[in-house]
């Protein structure tokens, strides 16, 4: 993309925030309840109280770890030509994740979601092209004792060679879930030649406490070299200050505080500034995961990730509408477009409605449409002679025709976002093809992907395998749901249609 990104941030402000952001950790400090972390920040320069479980972090030992951050991160698949390193031109888009409920495709009613979802959905992912990774959407409420992440990842890694991430509890289920993929993988040593799992946590509560939990892991994922990434979640006028300022100055400090542990642990650790701020509705506390604040501040963590030198993601299309209407839709498109603009590398957007609550399949499908649509803004113009097309312009002259021109038929799929799902046929014909909402047309292209045999599937021998080493394993395979039918008929191919206008 030409030129420079939007911000609202000046140098000076940049710097303005990061200084204040160093007086917090050195001045106020943070709570942090994991004892062996606080062992780690006091054996690298830290001020540590431990009856308070109070960390002071000074600024030199922030700025000397800070450093450590490389500029990039690598999220690896099943297939490894699906790797994703960012920052790249355009923006990495994922799904978003671990809602509990589901709209069921059959009766629309909402229910738990189980593994089998887990794998018609991974299923439906990997044929989405406006998606690059799945971040797994939904948890497993039919997973069996001591299998929770494990009944998450295997559906997931068995029907998608796309990048997969989600987070896990704690070692135990880690070292699980590292061990599905050594299996798939064919051995140990295969695996970590390219390691294909991917784990994120979110080690920081605010205000200004780490937990213990995710704290542990955030250590673990480091010693042990394991892809990660960490999200700070601060909630505007309940757990931060209600400016937007005060917001992102306490939201940078957690961040500096979380990046600085990882590089304790292991330097060199790969971070990505990653946030879910959300604000509470003041009125009545509702939780705003559709505010048009959040894109405005990935804005802002899109310049301080920058002066960082690292990559910039955020949660950025959620919605609080609890269907697939025109709230779902602006709520979905206005924060992500900020986000493009701003220079976000990453942006965690599909499928959830009800403020990360529900996943609905025909909204996945329409986020697909939304992230090709957002990429395609980033891409932006190709200005050359060529595509100036002065030559062009000259010989088809006043009153030519440039559909007639073979350079159009050329360009006509590299210049403009041909849509699947958004109408653009007359009125006429949408009506003679049954006046369809785009929420159908999305549910019938979903059911069509899961209508064909997958060509992913794990190879048979190492299914067993893995069968035999999970005792009581979910099994995994993606199951067309029982009465699910297409709304429409399927679409006619579509000809030259005439201009109503100009007919006649």
């Not at 593994?115 to 044929?127: F, H, K, P, Q, T």
Request: glycine content about 8%.
């Amino acid at each position: 993309m030409a030129g420079q990104y939007f911000s609202y941030l000046d140098d000076k402000h940049v710097r303005d925030v990061h200084e204040a952001s160093l007086e917090i950790l050195e001045d106020v400090g943070l709570i942090v309840r994991n004892e062996k972390a606080r062992q780690r920040f006091a054996e690298h320069g830290a001020v540590v109280d431990n009856d308070t479980e109070l960390v002071k972090i000074p600024s030199e030992v922030v700025e000397r770890y800070r450093k450590l951050v490389p500029p990039t991160i690598t999220l690896r698949g099943r297939d490894p030509k699906y790797d994703v390193t960012f920052p790249r031109e355009l923006p990495v888009i994922a799904t978003a994740s671990s809602a509990p409920d589901i709209v069921d495709p059959v009766s629309g009613m909402i229910r738990r979601a189980t593994s089998g979802d887990i794998a018609n959905i991974a299923r439906l992912v990997n044929e989405l092209d406006g998606f690059d990774v799945f971040s797994i959407s939904v948890l497993a409420d039919d997973a069996p004792g001591g299998h929770f992440s494990l009944s998450r990842f295997y559906p997931a890694l068995k029907n998608c060679v796309k990048p997969v991430r989600t987070s896990v509890t704690d070692a135990r289920e880690a070292a699980q879930v590292l061990k599905l993929g050594e299996l798939i993988a064919g051995d140990k040593d295969k695996f970590w030649e390219r390691p294909f799992i991917n784990f994120g946590y979110c080690s920081i509560v605010s205000p200004l406490t780490m937990d213990y939990d995710s704290t542990e892991m955030l250590m673990f994922y480091a010693e042990n070299d394991v892809t990660a990434y960490g999200t700070i979640a601060p909630m505007g006028g309940l757990s931060t200050p209600l400016t937007l300022a005060g917001m992102l100055t306490l939201m940078n400090a957690e961040w500096l505080a979380a990046a600085t542990l990882a590089q304790m642990s292991r330097p060199g650790t790969s971070q990505l500034y990653n946030f879910l701020p959300v604000f509470a509705d003041m009125r009545d506390g509702a939780y705003a995961s559709g505010a048009i604040e959040i894109g405005m501040m990935n804005s802002a963590v899109c310049a301080m990730a920058r002066s960082y030198n690292v990559p910039a993601g955020g949660y950025l299309g959620l919605t609080n509408s609890k269907v697939s209407d025109a709230q779902a839709g602006f709520e979905k498109g206005m924060s992500p477009l900020l986000g493009a603009l701003s220079g976000v590398d990453f942006i965690v957007m599909g499928g959830l409605l009800d403020a990360l609550m529900t996943f609905d399949f025909g909204q996945a499908v329409i986020d697909d449409e939304i992230a090709q649509m957002i990429k395609r803004v980033r891409r932006g113009f190709d200005f050359s002679p060529e595509t100036m097309a002065l030559d062009e312009i000259r010989q088809t002259g006043p009153a030519g025709m440039f559909a007639e021109n073979p350079e159009t038929l050329e360009r006509m799929t590299r210049v403009n976002l041909l849509p699947e799902l958004a109408d653009r046929k007359s009125r006429e014909q949408w009506v003679d093809e049954g006046a369809s909402t785009i929420r159908s047309r999305a549910m019938d292209r979903a059911l069509d992907i899961l209508s064909t045999p997958s060509v992913y599937a794990i190879d048979e021998e190492i299914d067993a395998r893995i069968h035999e080493t999970f005792d009581n394993l979910v099994a995994g395979d993606t199951v067309l749901p029982e009465g699910w039918t297409r709304a429409l008929p399927p679409a006619p191919t579509r000809g030259r249609r005439v201009n109503r206008r100009r007919a006649g």
